[in-house]
Structures are given as C-alpha cells and as structure tokens.
C-alpha cells in the first residue's frame, strides 16, 4: 500500500504537493522509502531556475538527514545532524531553495536573520519564539514540529564592523544557536516541549570577500601524486569551502564546525533571469497572465521585453529580488485600464519602454 502511495506521488507530479494530506517522508516502522535525491531535485526544479549543484547537495543532505532519522526511531543509529550551510550573493534563491524544499516536503518551515538575533538582548528568548512559530506552522502538532526545517539567513554579518559590541552579541547568538542546532529540549510558552533534535537547520549568508579568502587558502591544497587521481576530485577539495575560511565572517569555530555540508549558490545570469520570469510553477509571468485571463483578457509579452527587464534588474546587482518590482511597475497600467474597459480581449506588451497596445 505504501508503496503504491510512493509511485501515485511520482506519477502525479507536483499537482499532488498541495493535495496529499501525508508527509512525503513516512517512516513508521521504517517502512517505504523517502524520495530520492533525484525526485527531490526534480521537484525543486519546477519552482527554482539553475543552482543544479546546490539542489543536488541540499537533496542528498535532506534525504540522509531523513535517513537517520528514520533509523534513530528504531534506535538502529544514534542521532548524528548534519546542519547545512547555504552560501550565495542576494537574490540567487537561498530563501526560495529552502522553503520549496519544506512545501514539497510538507515539512513546517520558519525562517530568520542572524542579525536580529543578534541586536537583541534575549537572544534564548527570540530562539524560543522561532521555535513556537514552527510549533504554529505544524498545526500545533509537535512531533511534526520536531522534524521540521529553521533558515537563519545573514550568518555571515555577525562580525563586529565597528567596535567590539556587535562581535560579542554576534557570539552570543552562535552559542545559543549552538544548544538547539545539536539537540535539546526546549519548554515553549504554551508549556510544550520540543526537541530540536531531528530538526534540520539551514544557515545562509552572502559571505562578500569569499571568493579572495578563498583565493588566498587555495594556495596550498592537493595535487595528482599518481595516474589514477581524479583531476576533477581534486579540484572539487580544493575549492571546498572550509570552516577556518568562515572565521573572517564571525563565525566561531564550534558553530562553523555545527554546519559541515555546505553548498554555494552562485550569481545569477541574465538567462536565468528571463528563465525565473517565465519558467517556474508559480512564475510572475503565470500568475499575471491568470489574473487577466480571469477578466477574460490574454496577456501577450514579447520575448524581448524579459530581456529588457533583465538587463536592468542584472544592473541592480540584487539578483532576482528586483524581478517582481520591474514587471509589476510595467503591468500596473494594465492592471489599472482592463477593468474599465470590458472590450478589451488582449493586451499586448512589445517592449518595456512602450504602451501596452490593447485590442
């Protein structure tokens, strides 16, 4: 039975994620089997656009986290996490890989920032509150809420800038973080318990300047010594991205060492730009597109015009995040006309600097 549920998930595609009431991970008395990494990438690409080598990471790392889990239930494995650090300029999707992955998952998913933990002076306290709104996202269903997902984005901005206040602050947070990234009971406001041990933590930051730490530390790496060395193995170690490279950044050496996969996500290129605008399921293009055919009016928009809306928002330098702002400023005067004008059956953008022409 279960695994007829398995092959009807598979087959239906990702119509099912928002209709199945089971979680896709099912591991009572271990039986079936969770997705594959491959069925878990091939999920995430019909929302995120590129980052193929930080899907396939994020997958494998969630598929044996789930793994371990599965086998610590039936006290085959003791519990040993593997958090994960998610490494990328702003805008190329950390955020967005993270919660696709919970509502694929039907996983309850919370997020928040390193930095605002860090300029508050209860820092156990907001811990606690992150803790409670992952407890809300699962219904109130604790169990389901131990197994969770937290992101903490902008890991990377706890150091100290100007003077030594910030640096502190920004350590007390890592400790802090340190005790419920590794497993420990925490009591709720509600009077709740949860352990934090199978939840999986996600961390994210920019990391400016790695690329020249990096450069620096690549100096010394491995070499071939041998005919049977794998040339491209090799350059795969010495490009990793080690915890002492993370120093610079804030980061303390246990709270580094608590988040030993890592996977980088690199910048966005134009292409990939017009692909996030058109492609994804839920794509800005789509949705605009089913809001005018519901006032029984086609959107039409030339190829060109992503283009245009690319180049600026590639200018801006903050990834995609500049996307929906440059294509809803460009729809909002049709958005203003059709409802007034019920002979309008199509809208037809040519280029982003001129009028829609409706017709």
């Given at each position: 039975m279960l695994a007829q549920f398995w092959r009807r998930f598979h087959n239906d595609g990702i119509a099912v994620i928002f209709r199945i009431s089971q979680p896709i991970f099912c591991f009572?008395?271990?039986?079936?089997?969770?997705?594959?990494?491959?069925?878990?990438?091939?999920?995430?690409?019909?929302?995120?656009?590129?980052?193929?080598?930080?899907k396939r990471i994020l997958a494998v790392a969630v598929y044996a986290h789930f793994?371990?889990?599965?086998?610590?239930?039936?006290?085959?494995?003791?519990?040993?996490?593997?958090?994960?650090?998610?490494?990328?300029?702003?805008?190329?999707?950390?955020?967005?890989?993270?919660?696709?992955?919970?509502?694929v998952l039907e996983l309850p998913?919370?997020?928040?920032?390193?930095?605002?933990?860090?300029?508050?002076?209860?820092?156990?306290?907001?811990?606690?509150?992150?803790?409670?709104?992952?407890?809300?996202?699962?219904?109130?269903?604790?169990?389901?809420?131990?197994?969770?997902?937290?992101?903490?984005?902008?890991?990377?901005?706890?150091k100290s800038i100007s003077g030594q206040a910030r640096a502190a602050s920004g350590e007390n947070v890592?400790?802090?973080?340190?005790?419920?990234?590794?497993?420990?009971?925490?009591?709720?406001k509600g009077g709740q318990t949860i352990d934090t041990t199978q939840i999986l933590f996600?961390?994210?930051?920019?990391?400016?300047?790695?690329?020249?730490?990096?450069?620096?530390t690549q100096a010394f790496g491995f070499i071939a010594t041998a005919a049977s060395d794998d040339q491209k193995v090799l350059d795969r170690l010495n490009a990793r991205v080690k915890p002492t490279d993370l120093f610079r950044f804030g980061l303390i050496p246990e709270f580094a060492g608590r988040l030993p996969i890592i996977a980088r996500l690199r910048e966005l290129t134009k292409d990939a730009m017009v692909r996030i605008m058109i492609e994804p399921q839920h794509s800005i293009y789509r949705?605009?597109?089913?809001?005018?055919?519901?006032?029984?009016?086609?959107?039409?928009?030339?190829?060109?015009?992503?283009?245009?809306?690319?180049?600026?928002?590639?200018?801006?330098?903050?990834?995609?995040?500049?996307?929906?702002?440059?294509?809803?400023?460009?729809?909002?005067?049709?958005?203003?006309?059709?409802?007034?004008?019920?002979?309008?059956?199509?809208?037809?953008?040519r280029s982003l600097f001129e009028e829609a022409v409706f017709s």
């Open positions: 009572n008395a271990c039986q079936g089997m969770p997705m594959k990494p491959s069925e878990i990438v091939a999920q995430l690409n019909r929302f995120v656009i590129g980052q193929d080598d930080a793994r371990k889990v599965a086998m610590s239930d039936l006290d085959r494995l003791e519990m040993l996490k593997s958090n994960i650090l998610l490494i990328g300029p702003t805008g190329t999707g950390k955020t967005l890989l993270c919660e696709t992955l919970a509502r998913f919370v997020t928040a920032d390193a930095t605002s933990l860090a300029q508050t002076e209860y820092v156990n306290e907001e811990l606690d509150a992150i803790l409670q709104r992952l407890l809300e996202r699962a219904g109130g269903d604790i169990d389901k809420a131990g197994r969770g997902i937290v992101f903490i984005d902008e890991v990377d901005k706890l890592q400790h802090a973080l340190l005790k419920i990234m590794e497993g420990a009971l925490v009591r709720l996600i961390c994210g930051g920019a990391f400016v300047g790695l690329e020249s730490i990096l450069a620096e949705q605009f597109r089913a809001i005018l055919q519901n006032e029984g009016v086609e959107l039409v928009i030339e190829p060109m015009v992503f283009g245009q809306i690319a180049d600026l928002a590639f200018e801006f330098k903050v990834g995609a995040r500049s996307l929906r702002g440059l294509f809803e400023e460009m729809i909002t005067p049709v958005l203003y006309v059709v409802p007034d004008r019920p002979e309008v059956k199509k809208v037809t953008i």
